[in-house]
């Protein structure tokens, strides 16, 4: 289960959408076009490919990239990216009244960048396809301690296109960006190594 520790607990997420009149869909997560998108996506795994064209994303392109929908429940969805045997790389989404918290979570030992908790909230509502996420005050300050702060202006996006019958997550940085779109059209399978889970917050 995801463990919301910097924002709103279930609880407190629960008495909220009550509050403003907020109704449940699947797995009780709020109903809307991009909560039903990505709810549909739920126990499967995507392949993927990076559409842009930067040096640092070049060897990307030579790596299968997939996306393991791996978790869906009242707490928000948790999604593994593997980049080939690369499992340290998670995303989570959470919902907050009138938007969503998008999360990434790394493990040391991966090939990212070593950080981990960092992300941004979005306020399109649930029934935008595009999900928009500015970096957030707490991650632009944990950028700053470890001397990232070229990242200190990041914006992170989830967009589905269901006519292309795509899932693009989408990075906005300074000087570049990256872009990868997965094939949601067909789930491909995807082995997990015994034991492993993804990381929490």
Known sequence: MIKLTRHLSFAAL???LAACGGS????????????SQLTALCGKAYEG???????????WKYQRLILDV???SADGVVMNFNLDEDRTRTWTVTPQPGGAIGYHIGRA??????VSGYGGISTEGPD???QIFPIDEASKALFESIDLTFSTENVW????DPEAKT??????????????AFDISEAVPVEKPEGWEPADF
Do not use: K, M, N
């Open 49 to 59: 490919r990076v559409t842009t064209d930067y040096s640092a994303d070049r060897d």
């Open 128 to 130: 935008a396809l595009a």
């Open 14 to 16: 629960t008495l909220a």
């Open 109 to 114: 030992e991966g090939t990212g960048p070593g």
């Open 70 to 72: 791996a978790e869906c």
């Open 167 to 180: 899932f693009t997550y989408h990075i906005q940085r300074r000087g570049s960006e990256r872009r990868i």
């Open 157 to 160: 996006s989830l967009t589905f």
């Open 24 to 35: 449940t869909g699947p797995y009780g997560l709020p109903e809307g076009a991009f909560w």
